[in-house]
C-alpha cells in the first residue's frame, strides 16, 4: 500500500537517544534548552519555548492573550480540532470566517467583517503547509502553524513536532512569542508557574535557612518538554531542509502531472512547506473508492469544525467553505514515499474515476 503518512526519524537518533539513556537526567534538562537555542538558530526567532505537545503550544498562546469567558475569537472551521477545542474550554464565543478557495485557509477579507469591540483574537492555521495570513490586524493573531513548520507569523507562533510533522520529537511543540515578557511567562505557564533559573540557582533546594528559596506567583501547568523528545528535536532540525526540499520534490510531482486535469486542482499557495498534498476533486467518494482498488490510501484529514457537536453541531452559512466541503482530499506524501510511487497515483488518476 502506498500509505497517506510515516514518521520520519534519523538512523542516528537511537543511537543519541541510547546515550541519553545512560546518563542521569533525562526530564527537562540541557538537552532542552539546547533545541530551544537551535531552534532559533535554524529559523532566526528570537524566544522559543519548547512544550509537550502543538496543543500545548496552543493553549499557552490562548493563556498569554488572557482569553476567558465571553470573549468573541474569530478562527477557522478548517483545521485540527485541537485549534479551537481551547477556546471551548475557556468557554469563548468562537465565530467562524469562511476559508479562500485556491488554499483553504482562513479568509482575510471575511476575517476584518466580523471584527468588532468584543473581538479578542483571531487564529489563523498554516493548512497542510499552506501560509494562512489574514493582514493587519489591531487584535492578537495566533498562527497555528503545527501543519506548516517554517512559517512564522502573527503575534504567537504554535509548532508541533507529533509523529507525522515535518520532525517529531514524538510528541511536542514549541511556542514563538514577541517579547521577553512573554517568554518568561509562557516558562512559568509550562511547569507549574515555578522559575526554574531560580531553583537551579538554590540547587534545587526549596528552603535555604528556613526561608523558602522561591514563590509561586502564576498558577502552571506541566506542559513542559523532556531531554528524550529535545534530542529527537535536535537530530529533525538537522534534517529540516532536506525533509522539507524532498517533500516539495514529491509535491511537485503532483502539481506538474495534475494541472489542468478535469475534475481535479492540487491545492498551493505563495508559500508552502508541503506538509500535506490536498486536492479539490469531483466526485470524492468515487475518486477515493479508484485509488483505494490500487492499495493507495487517502483521507480528509480535517473535517470542518462546526458541525461537530461539541461545537454547535450546526453547518455555519460559510459560502466557500460549504462548496469544498464535498471535494477537498488529501494524496499521500512524505519521506516514506519515492518519485516513482508519486508518478503512479498520477497515472491512476489520469485514467479516470
Known sequence: MIKLFHH?????????????????????????NEFEDEFCRVFKQCFAVSLNSGTAALETAYDLIGLKEGDEVITTPLTCTATNMSLLHRKCKIVWADILE????IDPLDVHSKINEKTKAIIQVHLGGVKADVGLVHI???????????????????????????????????????????????????????DRE??????????????????????????????????LG??????????????????????????????IKVINGKTNVYWLATVLVERRDDFAKMLKSYDIETNVIQVRNDIYRVFGGKRTDLPVMNKVESKYLSLP??????????????RKIKKGW
Open 8 to 32: 520520519y526519524i534519523p538512523k542516528e537518533a537511537g543511537n543519541e537517544i541510547a546515550k541519553l539513556l545512560q546518563g542521569h537526567f533525562i526530564g527537562q534538562g540541557e538537552k532542552v
Open 102 to 105: 485556491d488554499t483553504l485557509t
Open 140 to 194: 492578537p493573531v495566533v498562527s497555528d502553524a503545527c501543519q506548516g513548520l517554517g512559517i512564522f507569523n502573527g503575534d504567537y507562533t504554535c509548532c508541533s513536532f507529533q509523529a507525522i510533522k515535518h520532525i517529531t520529537t514524538g510528541d511536542g511543540g514549541m511556542i514563538l512569542v514577541k517579547s521577553k515578557e512573554d517568554y518568561q511567562k509562557a516558562k512559568l505557564l509550562r511547569w507549574f508557574g515555578i
Open 198 to 231: 531560580k531553583k537551579i540557582a538554590c540547587g534545587w533546594q526549596a528552603y535555604k535557612e528556613r526561608e523558602m528559596t522561591f514563590d509561586i506567583e502564576l498558577p502552571g501547568y506541566k506542559r513542559h518538554m523532556n531531554d528524550i523528545q529535545a534530542t
Open 234 to 263: 535536535l537530530i529533525g532540525l538537522k534534517y529540516y531542509n532536506k525533509v522539507l526540499e524532498y517533500r516539495k520534490k514529491l509535491f511537485n510531482i503532483y502539481l506538474n502531472e495534475l494541472t489542468g486535469l478535469d475534475g
Open 333 to 346: 506524501l512524505g519521506m516514506h514515499l519515492n518519485e516513482n510511487q508519486i508518478n503512479s497515483v498520477c
